[in-house]
């Protein structure tokens, strides 16, 4: 049987970020119980798969009313899934509460990621966040409290009016509460929100390039001497607790997406869902499927991607993977991108991997926009 991971969207937030472009959205809470049960219906459908991760992502899926949740346990209990799963569900601090948590336990949850971002009431403010330091505090004793023993903590650095000296801060007092795992990621300032719009008229005050820089270096080897490896651009985890749904992902294997907005990739298609809400809720409920979009990728499309999400990861891409999947040496595809940047040292050839080194990974985007091929 198959193994495949599985992503499920939560589209509720209480209230929308100011840089948040994600399909997700505040003020529809009416249509919670509706969703639960379109999206249970959605779960049921996947048969002949073994699960080996999910992912419970949004929106804040903690929002979600635990009614909606009691119909989504039903059908989560019901998936065949592997004996050591890894099951995470995301959350905002200010959302979490001792019977939400309680019910995630016994739907087997054993991994939480909590959207921390800084941990400055000033700079939570500022980027629109539901929650204070203290709401953070809160959520995660309360999470330990409970047994939750692998937490992941969000962060964002490169924030408006955002100083060097706050991005420390925040580095120290997430680590002293010892989570098993960050993600930090630098704000991408995205068409659409409200920070695109100040952004060009002129009002969002972004630390420049060279702090940014400064930031990510910070965090690279501060995290390394509080005992957390980087395995991926952005994420730093502790011993043998890296998020293996996330390297689903990286390393280009299936997974199954549930709920609006969600994509999958499976037997070398991309499958897309419907986005709004309600339309997503009434085709699960009249044609039984909300797939808007449905590409076979093609072995160009396959490598690009192969390239590009393997070299996020700081032990690279596998040689021997590449051949193994595309027939091919990866040399007579990429050789002339490949020596460009191991001669330059901005990226390092062994036996088997090929992988970017600090300076490579700091100026990824433009090493990976060549990997596109003709």
């Keep these: ?147 939750f023993n692998n937490i992941n903590v969000d962060l964002m650095f490169g924030l408006p009016c955002q100083t060097f000296e706050q991005w420390q801060e925040t580095l120290k007092n997430v680590t002293e509460l010892n989570p098993e795992h960050l993600s930090c990621y630098s704000l991408i300032v995205e068409e659409g929100t409200p920070f695109f719009k100040r952004f060009e008229g002129g009002t969002l005050k972004l630390p420049d390039e060279e702090i940014d820089r400064a930031m990510y270096h910070e965090t690279i080897v501060y995290l390394r001497e509080k005992g957390y490896l980087q395995y991926e651009i952005s994420n730093f985890a502790k011993d043998k607790m890296a998020c293996r749904h996330n390297l689903v992902y990286w390393e280009m294997e299936e997974y199954i997406g549930c709920g609006s907005a969600s994509h999958s990739y499976i037997d070398g298609f991309r499958y897309r869902n ?24 093609s072995t160009k499309d396959d490598m690009e991607e192969f390239m590009f999400m393997g070299l996020r990861k700081t032990i690279g891409i596998s040689k021997s993977q590449f051949q193994k999947r595309f027939k091919i040496d990866i040399h007579s595809v990429y050789e002339v991108v490949i020596s460009k940047y191991t001669s330059c040292g901005l990226m390092v050839e062994n036996d088997d991997n090929i992988f970017l080194t600090h300076e490579g990974i700091e100026v990824s985007n433009i090493i990976m926009a060549e990997f596109l091929l003709p």
């Excluded at 419907?274 to 990728?297: D, F, L, P, R, T």
């Design 274 to 297: 419907e986005e709004n809400v309600e339309a997503y809720m009434e085709k699960i409920n009249v044609h039984g499927s909300a797939i808007v979009e449905k590409v076979k990728n």
């Design 1 to 147: 049987m198959k193994e495949v991971a599985l992503y499920i969207h939560i589209p509720f937030c209480k209230q929308k970020c100011l840089y948040c472009d994600f399909p997700s959205f505040a003020g529809i809470e009416e249509h919670m119980l509706h969703y639960a049960v379109a999206l249970a219906k959605e779960i049921n459908s996947i048969k002949n798969k073994k699960i080996k991760t999910i992912f419970i992502g949004g929106g804040t899926p903690t929002y979600l009313s635990l009614e909606g949740w009691r119909i989504i346990k039903e059908s989560i209990d019901a998936l065949d899934t592997r004996g050591d799963l890894e099951f995470t569900v995301e959350g905002n601090p200010g959302t979490f509460t001792t019977e939400i948590l309680e019910l995630f336990k016994k739907m087997g949850v054993n991994r939480l990621s909590i959207g921390l971002q800084a941990f400055q009431d000033s700079l939570l403010k500022s980027l629109g966040r539901i929650h204070t330091i203290e709401d953070f505090k809160q959520s995660f004793e309360m999470a330990r409290k409970l047994g």
